[in-house]
């Protein structure tokens, strides 16, 4: 018998775009179809809508097959659209598949939306023990964990009021602070966890790492790459909903960010739904244009560079302030460099409402390589917009330093302004430039 606590066999599933979806077990999918049959009905009724004419099959899973052992902490990595969230909810019974079969052994904590498996209704309080009530747990066992739950998740002022009520951050917090505090043998999180801080995504990995150590199984979707190379030993590649790679988790980060490699200077962002952030303001293009501010789909190193990120917001700007930060990636998710506009001294106050952000690097310092790019901006200090590979950087090698040379490959790809001196230390003499270049 096989010793797999996670057992998927051939997994599909099929959303039909323009029509009904067909009938399934799950409650949240009934009540759906059901408001959806009325509003059709109604809308043919008043003349504002038709019945649809035809309708296309989507496949937002194919044929999916794989086993993870107990104590496995097993990352799922891929692009937007790939079927990461959708294996995920079918594992957290939300949503049925097509065909094939999800087996599950253990007790099953997520983390896969804002608010999922929260009543809106209820305080935080009250959220706590039903999350533990829905796990199988006794109140004793919640009783037990309930003040480090609360400790964790920062949120001890608002633990009576309803979670209606919460951001969305606070509402993350408090979720990952139950599904990882009330000892689920398995642990779904899924990328929601990027709606927290700097400092909550930290302490979330440090907890995960606590529990896989536990010997608790953990599947984890993120496009966090250096969060992923860390926690996780083994790796899928998803790509069109079907498994590109299981293995190793360095090679298959490796062949996800090569499959990503054709990401071009151009990025259309409206569309984009994996985003985090609150405010009015969100990027709808970015760019990666050259001196003659023609699209750079591959730079060289020492060349002017700009990154132009057009934007949108949903009211007007006048007297707020605003700041942004575009961050050049390595292929594992930390950063190369980032540029800030308020730490570069540039306070952008009262933008128009609709415009450009751009920045201009007047001589690239990386040597080569293809690097993903983030934007983040807030407005007022509060996150508004937070788009992880919104696009990419790609660099060959360049003269950087006029000298005909070129730094070795497989060092760090930053290249950095330098002169060097020569001083004589026998005679204390002045130091003296070495022979410049050239």
């Known amino acids: 018998m096989s010793d797999a606590i996670i057992t998927v066999d051939r997994l599909s599933k099929r959303y039909r775009i323009g029509a009904r979806q067909e009938a399934s077990g799950m409650l949240r999918e009934r009540l759906t179809e059901v408001a959806q049959g009325l509003t059709g009905r109604l809308g043919r009724i008043i003349g504002r809508r038709k019945p649809s ?18 104590g496995e902490v097993v990352g799922v990595i891929g692009r937007n659209g790939a079927g990461k969230s959708t294996l995920l909810k079918i594992l957290s019974r939300i949503t049925e598949p097509t065909s094939g079969r999800a087996a599950m052994r253990g007790r099953v904590g997520s983390l896969l939306e804002v608010g999922t498996g929260f009543h809106g209704e209820l305080s935080g309080r009250e959220n706590i023990y039903l999350s533990g009530a829905i796990l199988g747990m006794k109140k004793a066992e919640i009783d037990r964990k309930f003040d480090e739950i609360v400790a964790f998740s920062g949120v001890e002022k608002f633990l009576d009021t309803p979670i209606k009520r919460y951001s969305s951050g606070m509402n993350v ?31 979330c990995l440090g907890k995960m790492e606590e529990v896989s150590k536990g010997g608790r199984t953990i599947l984890f979707v993120s496009h966090n790459m250096a969060a992923v ?8 590649v998803l790509s069109e909903g079907r498994i590109l790679k299981d ?27 994996e985003r985090q952030g609150e405010g009015p303001l969100r990027f709808s293009r970015f760019r990666v244009l050259g001196a003659e501010d023609q699209p750079c789909a591959i730079c060289k190193a020492g060349d002017q560079v700009s990154f132009a990120l057009d934007y949108t917001s949903a009211v007007p700007l006048k007297g707020r302030s605003v700041s942004v930060a575009i961050g050049v990636n390595r292929s594992f998710g930390d950063d190369l ?21 751009r920045c201009t690097i007047p001589r690239l310092p990386v040597a ?4 993903p790019i983030t934007l ?15 696009g990419a950087l790609a660099v060959e090698e360049g003269d950087y330093f006029g000298t005909g040379r070129l730094p070795p490959r497989g060092r760090n790809p930053i290249l950095v302004d330098q002169v060097w001196t020569v001083a004589d230390l026998q005679h204390a003499a002045e130091p003296r430039r070495a022979c410049p270049p050239g």
């Not at 408090?174 to 995504?201: T, Y």
């Not at 190379?229 to 899928?236: D, H, K, M, V």
């Open 247 to 273: 293995g190793n988790t360095e090679k298959a980060i490796s062949l996800y960010m090569g499959a990503i490699s054709h990401l071009e200077a151009e990025t259309d962002l409206l569309e984009r739904k």
């Open 337 to 357: 460099f980032t540029c800030m506009s308020t730490v570069a001294g540039y306070d952008i106050v009262s933008p128009p409402q609709a415009g450009t952000f």
């Open 229 to 236: 190379q860390a926690l996780c030993s083994r790796a899928l």
């Open 368 to 371: 080569f390589g293809r690097f």
């Open 53 to 70: 004419q035809a309708s296309e099959d989507f496949w937002a899973l194919r044929d999916v097959s794989f086993e993870v052992k107990r």
């Open 173 to 203: 917090r408090l979720g990952f602070a139950v599904a990882a505090h009330l000892d689920p043998e398995i642990l779904l999180v899924d990328e929601v966890l990027a709606v927290g801080d700097a400092e909550f995504q930290k302490k």
């Open 376 to 390: 983040f901006c807030t407005v007022d200090g509060v996150i508004s917009d937070w788009v992880q590979e919104a």
